[in-house]
C-alpha cells in the first residue's frame, strides 16, 4: 500500500511532464525530488518496521530467557529435594522407631507441601505451567488467597509466549495491587483460563486492591514513583491481544480490578 502511494504521486508527476505542452525541463527538478522522496518514505517505513520487529523479538527472547530459568529454578528444587530423599525417610523412620508418630507425621506433611509447592501441574504445557507455578508461589509468599482454574488442555493457536505474556504480565500487576492492602486476609487473587467447545480462548484475572487507578486520556498508569520505568505490562498484554484479533476489557470498583480477555478461533 505504501508502495502505491508513493508510486501515485510519480505517476502523477511524470504524466504532467509527459502531457505538458512547453517547457518541461522545469518539471525535472519536481519529478526528480518527488522520486527521492518516495523512496526515502519506503526506506523509512522500512525502518520503523525493522525496529517494531526487533523490538518485538527482543521482548520474545526475554520473556522466553526468564521463563526458561523459572523452569530451570524449579527443575533444581525437585533435584535438590530428591538429593535429600535419603535422609528424609532416615528421619522419618528414627521418629517412628522412637515412639514419636505424631512428629513424624507432621515431618512427612511437611516435606509433602514443600515437594508439591513446585510441582503443581495447571496445564499441559511445561513452559506456562513454570510461569503459573512461579506466579503463584510468589502469591503465597506474600499471604494471597488464591484461586487458579486453568483449563488449557486442547491444542490452541496461540503460542505458548504470547500466553506466558498474558499470564505473567497480568499475574504481576495482581500481586502487586494485592501486596499493597495493609491486612493480608483481604488479599485475594483469582485467575481463570480456558478454550470454550467452539475454540474461543478466555481469560480473567480478578485481584483485591486499595490503591487508586490513575487513568490518563483511556491510558492507565502505574502509581510507582519511577512511573517511565513502569507501566509496560498492560501495553504488553494489549499488544498481545491486538496480535490475534482479541478484545481486551479492563474493569475495576473501588476495591477490585478485573481483566478480561477474549480470542476467537484459538
Known amino acids: 500500500m505504501l508502495d502505491a502511494v508513493c508510486l501515485a504521486s510519480l505517476v502523477s508527476i511524470t504524466t504532467c511532464i509527459y502531457f505538458a505542452p512547453s517547457e518541461t525541463y522545469k518539471m525535472w527538478p519536481a519529478a526528480f ?66 515412639g514419636n508418630p505424631e512428629e513424624a507425621e507432621a ?25 503459573l507455578n512461579a506466579k503463584y508461589n510468589l502469591a503465597q509468599e506474600h499471604n494471597i488467597d488464591c484461586f487458579f482454574h486453568i483449563d488449557l488442555d486442547k491444542l490452541i493457536g496461540i503460542d505458548a509466549i504470547s500466553l506466558c505474556c498474558l499470564f505473567s ?57 519511577d512511573a517511565a520505568a513502569h507501566g509496560f505490562g498492560l501495553s504488553n498484554v494489549r499488544e498481545m491481544v491486538e496480535k490475534y484479533d482479541g478484545t481486551l476489557d479492563i474493569s475495576y470498583t473501588e476495591d477490585t480490578f478485573t481483566v478480561t480477555v477474549l480470542i476467537g478461533n484459538a
Open 169 to 225: 504480565n497480568t499475574l504481576d500487576n495482581a500481586v502487586e495491587a494485592s501486596v499493597k492492602i495493609p491486612d493480608p486476609k483481604e488479599r485475594r487473587l483469582s485467575v481463570k483460563a480456558r478454550v470454550t467447545e467452539n475454540g474461543y480462548f478466555t481469560y480473567e484475572i480478578t485481584n483485591s486492591k486499595k490503591n487508586t487507578v490513575l487513568e490518563q486520556k483511556g491510558i492507565l498508569k502505574s502509581d510507582k514513583e
Open 107 to 131: 515431618y512427612m506433611k511437611e516435606l509433602e507441601t514443600q515437594m508439591s509447592a513446585r510441582t503443581r501441574v495447571f496445564c499441559k504445557n511445561s513452559i506456562i505451567n513454570a510461569v
Open 33 to 98: 525530488a518527488c522520486f527521492v522522496t518516495n523512496l526515502g518514505s519506503i526506506a523509512l517505513a522500512q525502518y520503523f518496521l525493522t525496529s517494531i520487529q526487533q523490538d518485538m523479538e527482543r521482548r520474545n527472547l526475554i520473556l522466553q530467557k526468564s521463563y526458561y530459568e523459572e523452569l530451570e529454578q524449579n527443575q533444581t528444587e525437585i533435584r535438590r529435594l530428591r538429593h535429600d530423599m535419603n535422609n528424609h525417610l532416615s528421619a522419618i523412620q528414627s521418629l517412628f522407631h522412637s
